[in-house]
């Protein structure tokens, strides 16, 4: 048994899950008419309504205590000042960094680490505005109209999140594309649309070794090498943001078009970095900056606030009250707001690549359920695809349903009441179930759900959104004793590529230690290909 399932706070939570499981969420209201009131807290814009999960007083009680044993709260002080929070690395993890205002003054290792910060938005200000002025243009003079980035997690997925979710607040007319996958489908269905003269490639990769990234970027360098001469595609085309500098001087990009991402900053928490160059490029830099504003205003929430106001603290406990306790299977995230029908994806990385380990911080076995599956999509589109496995399937779940009240276009607010309507009649439906005589349209309902609402979907409340669950997910993690910040998982898959490279390519003999599926799909490609 593990040092966390011997603490007195986890086994009274087993007790005390034991007590509420027959208890229906329903029954909670009528015990307690201002439940909603109890149990909903706001931050500039931002409201987080968690009445409507199965816990009582007693259990956010317990679930504190165990926080307070997980010493959360010097966790939250060490992420803040700098502490190497990445023990198998030996790194800090200061994403946090990336969005604090103040231009000086958060010294780590000698260094500080905020003049870096803000040289490299002063960076990203100037080459944002020489695109939007078409002061910079492709090699033949013309100005720049489209956009891609090539990345792959970290430095695809976030990005595009938030230019999908943004594009109300696009300044520009550039096309955006967003290209991880290496593949020969993907590449020729964007070389067809994509005007040599005027592309602009931003290579996303904090290592520059991501063998996905790289092979795209040099197809795709072969391709535009087709139309212009090599120096100038360099020049006026390529740009990157990354850690190795050198390696993308290597590559051929000038040193004044490589923009800094730092190696104390984990590629999934990277949003606020120049990783998301794409994203500048956009809105602009002052919708940026705004962005970056409500990403402080979440952080500083989190730093300052109680746990029981503390949303990203919340979220996350009862997250474990859910898995740990209640035995759920997976948590499902419901944007009920189209322009955020990727969030879901963004946090499918976030979370699972972060706590979906199985070895605590001593390297030992977990004795404990940690990650959920995490899904979702757009609400409404769920509705029609996945919701009947809710109402009436076997699986245990939670969910979070995330509503924007109020749309940029004010001409489209009938179509807005819809989908907060819609939001609410599930969620409601989730809770209380539908007593039908026929069976076959019983709900059994009594599944807990939580409820984030925006006003507005701004830069700024956007920014408040995906830091809430950074944080959610560093909470997690220090309760679980797993570190947030590596993922070793994914390397031995990327290892035995390499070794399988050479045999499709007919290189060299088969290998006797491969199993025979694996020779026998290898040996299938070679006869294809040959």
């Known amino acids: 048994m593990s040092k966390l399932t011997k603490q007195r706070a986890w086994k009274a939570l087993q007790q005390h899950a034991i007590l509420l499981e ?291 603290v919340l979220l996350a406990l009862l997250g474990i009250w859910q898995r740990n306790f209640l035995r759920t299977e997976a948590h499902v995230v419901l944007p009920y707001e189209g322009a955020l029908s990727d969030f879901p994806r963004y946090l499918q990385q976030l979370e699972m690549e972060s706590t979906g380990k199985s070895v605590t911080l001593t390297g030992q076995a977990v004795d404990y359920p940690t990650c959920p599956l995490i899904f979702g999509d757009s609400g409404l589109n769920g509705q029609h695809a996945f919701y009947q496995l809710f109402h009436q399937g076997t699986a245990t779940f939670s969910s979070d349903f995330i509503l924007v009240l109020r749309p940029k276009q004010t001409e489209w607010i009938d179509l807005q009441k819809h989908a907060v309507a819609s939001a609410l009649s599930q969620s409601k439906a989730f809770m209380e179930g539908f007593a039908a005589q026929d069976p076959h349209k019983r709900l059994v309902g009594n599944h807990s759900s939580s409820t984030l609402v925006l006003e507005a979907l701004t830069p700024f409340t956007l920014g408040m959104l995906i830091t809430l669950y950074e944080h959610k997910v560093f909470t997690q993690s220090v309760i679980w004793q797993v570190n947030p910040f590596d993922q070793w998982g994914i390397y031995y898959g990327k290892a035995l590529a390499q070794q399988i490279t050479p045999q499709l390519e007919g290189k060299v003999s088969d290998d006797e230690s491969f199993d025979s599926s694996t020779q026998g799909l290898i040996n299938l490609y070679r006869s294809y290909s040959s």
């Open 22 to 312: 027959k208890q229906r969420i329903t029954d909670l209201f009528v015990d307690d008419p201002a439940r909603f009131t109890r149990y909903t807290t706001e931050e500039a814009g931002l409201t987080f309504d968690y009445s409507k999960n199965l816990f009582q007083a007693d259990t956010l009680s317990l679930l504190y205590n165990l926080a307070d044993n997980a010493q959360l709260r010097s966790a939250i002080d060490g992420l803040f000042s700098g502490e190497k929070c990445n023990t198998t690395q030996q790194l800090p993890a200061l994403h946090t960094v990336l969005r604090d205002p103040r231009r000086s003054g958060r010294v780590v290792n000698g260094q500080d680490v905020l003049m870096a910060v803000h040289a490299a938005l002063d960076q990203m200000e100037e080459f944002v505005t020489n695109l939007q002025q078409h002061r910079w243009r492709g090699a033949t003079g013309k100005p720049i109209t489209d956009i891609v980035n090539l990345g792959i997690g970290g430095s695809d997925l976030g990005p595009q999140m938030a230019v999908q979710a943004l594009q109300d607040y696009q300044q520009t007319s550039f096309k955006f594309h967003f290209i991880s996958n290496s593949d020969a489908a993907t590449l020729n269905k964007l070389c067809h649309t994509l005007p040599p003269e005027t592309t602009l490639f931003i290579i996303a990769s904090k290592s520059f070794t991501t063998v996905e990234t790289l092979l795209n970027a040099q197809a795709l360098l072969s391709w535009m090498q087709k139309t212009l001469d090599y120096k100038q595609i360099m020049q006026h085309h390529f740009v990157a943001v990354t850690a190795h500098p050198e390696k993308a001087q290597q590559f051929g990009i000038k040193k004044e078009h490589i923009f800094p991402i730092w190696e104390w900053v984990g590629g999934r928490f990277s949003l606020c970095s120049c990783i998301s160059l794409a994203l500048a490029l956009s809105i602009g830099m002052q919708n940026f900056r705004d962005f970056l504003a409500g990403a402080h205003t979440m952080d500083q929430h989190f730093y300052t606030r109680p746990w029981a106001t503390n949303m990203p």
